[in-house]
């Protein structure tokens, strides 16, 4: 799932939790907007405690090529 994929509400939920602006939120899941590795997993943390799968490297390139990301994906 895509940040993008989400509602407007869930969205803001996301932003809610993870302490960021939801029109930042916004910006990010249009793609307007870059995101750092930090908050791609704060980002990532709320989702999953508000029952959504939103993987860090759909956010942040710099995630989507770690090899430390991948292994812990590999174990999970």
């Known amino acids: 799932m895509k940040l993008k994929d989400l509602t ?24 307007r907007r870059g995101v750092t590795a930090e908050t791609a997993i704060k980002i990532e943390k709320a989702a999953v405690k508000l029952g959504h799968d939103i993987r860090r490297e759909t956010l942040c390139a710099g995630c989507g090529v770690c090899e430390f990301a991948k292994q812990a994906r590999s174990k999970a």
């Not at 939790?17 to 793609?31: F, H, P, W, Y």
């Open 8 to 31: 407007p509400k869930q969205r803001a939920a996301i932003a809610k939790r993870a302490r960021l602006n939801v029109d930042s939120l916004r910006q990010i899941s249009t793609g």
